[in-house]
């Protein structure tokens, strides 16, 4: 059994990625900032709850560590966590979306490392975006040329580079990117649209499942991979 940990896993397309890889006989802990809405969010998908905040160092080391106690590995690790930022941009908002959607990431997979190194088949996924990309929003035939969200955009770019750069340092672990699709989710309510979490899941759990032999390095959507 597969023991698998999702950041953000209360809603949206980390609680659709828990409810999948559940389903694929994963034991998975979801990780979520509020106890009540994490605790109900784990009891209803049967999954198992620990308290995770990824701007908080103390949080995140006590919530590895109770997986340690219980499991003594990690086989998966999903970023899953992060804000959209909209709205101001000024210096306390960026540190904001940085400190969650980039600096979270580097604290949890510094924290997830020794456990990732005690699997057989350790796994890391991102859930990043194309908003990040260079490529994307440098084309005018891509949605997200038209998408004005500078602060989540730089995050986003930062936390594809982070996965590629653990993916060279840490040979032994997968490390993969992903941009999920426009979903409907809180983070996009403002935008309005967006196609079901439970679809935009299917490539978080496709890159959180992958065989031995499976890439490292990569950013991909649905379709595979994508140029940033």
């Known amino acids: 059994m597969s023991v698998t940990l999702i950041t953000g896993a209360n809603k949206g397309i980390g609680f ?50 109770a997986i340690d106690a219980a499991e003594g590995r990690l086989d998966v690790l999903v970023h899953n966590a992060g804000i959209l930022g909209d709205g101001v941009t000024d210096g306390p908002t960026a540190l904001r979306v940085f400190d969650t959607n980039v600096v979270g990431i580097v604290r949890v997979t510094e924290a997830a490392l020794p456990l990732l190194r005690r699997s057989a088949n350790p796994t890391v996924v991102t859930v990043s975006s194309s908003a990040g990309s260079f490529w994307a929003v440098n084309n005018p035939e891509r949605p997200e040329f038209h998408l004005s969200v500078p602060l989540y955009s730089a995050s986003k770019t930062a936390a594809t580079m982070l996965t590629v750069q653990y993916a060279k340092s840490q040979p032994g672990i997968r490390f993969n990117a992903l941009e999920p699709g426009f979903t409907a989710t809180d983070l996009t309510a403002a935008v309005g649209g967006g196609r079901p979490a439970a679809e935009s899941a299917r490539t978080v759990v496709r890159l959180a499942t992958l065989g031995v032999d499976g890439p490292t390095g990569t950013f991909q959507d649905e379709a595979g991979e994508l140029p940033w």
Do not use: I, P
């Open 16 to 65: 659709e990625t828990a409810r999948h890889l559940l389903e694929l006989g994963h034991a998975v802990y979801v990780g979520a900032r509020d106890v009540g809405r994490g605790e109900k969010a784990a009891a209803a998908l049967g999954a198992r709850f620990v308290q995770l905040d990824v701007t908080d160092d103390a949080l995140v080391t006590s919530a590895l560590a």
